[in-house]
């Protein structure tokens, strides 16, 4: 496990552009043993559809010590209004993660007012209509 600790570093890997930031409050679960962070879209390219991606959130179980991006269930419904809207926005402004791509994960902690900085790795991996989508790996030094 690779985390930041120097204000440099932490402020060159968040900052730049270079990496996808997402983050993930890790002291208030949204259900019981759940952890729920960003809004992320993982390209999901196939062969009917290049520009394909998958929208879901970063998600920790207590039973795994794993990250996942957990896909949205997609469902079709009669009507469109202010809510579908909503939820298209978060859609549009959450960062596209590939496989293998390196990610900036900040693990949240509020009420301790403190955060930590890991960087992690998308894995090779990536898999629409299952769930999880993908993981976050471990980053390593290569």
């Known amino acids: 496990m690779k985390c930041l600790t120097d204000r440099q570093e932490i402020a060159r890997a968040i900052n730049f552009g270079k990496y996808p930031v997402i983050c993930i409050d890790v002291?208030?679960?949204?259900?019981?043993?759940?952890?729920?962070?960003d809004i992320v879209k993982v390209a999901a390219p196939?062969?009917?559809?290049?520009?394909?991606?998958?929208?879901?959130?970063?998600?920790?179980?207590?039973?795994?010590?794993?990250?996942?991006i957990m896909p949205e269930n997609v469902c079709l419904k009669e009507d469109f209004g202010y809510s579908d809207v909503v939820?298209?926005?978060?859609?549009?402004?959450?960062?596209?993660?590939?496989a293998g791509e390196d990610v900036v994960l900040i693990e949240n902690?509020?009420?301790?007012?403190?955060?930590?900085?890991?960087?992690?790795?998308?894995?090779?991996?990536?898999?629409?209509?299952?769930?999880p989508t993908c993981r976050l790996e471990d980053w390593r030094d290569e």
């Open 109 to 131: 902690a509020p009420k301790q007012r403190a955060a930590r900085v890991r960087m992690m790795r998308v894995s090779d991996s990536v898999r629409d209509f299952v769930f």
């Open 27 to 37: 002291e208030t679960p949204v259900r019981d043993g759940v952890l729920q962070g």
């Open 87 to 98: 939820r298209m926005l978060g859609y549009a402004q959450a960062p596209m993660l590939h």
């Open 46 to 68: 196939n062969d009917r559809y290049p520009d394909n991606y998958i929208c879901g959130h970063v998600m920790k179980f207590d039973d795994d010590d794993r990250y996942v």
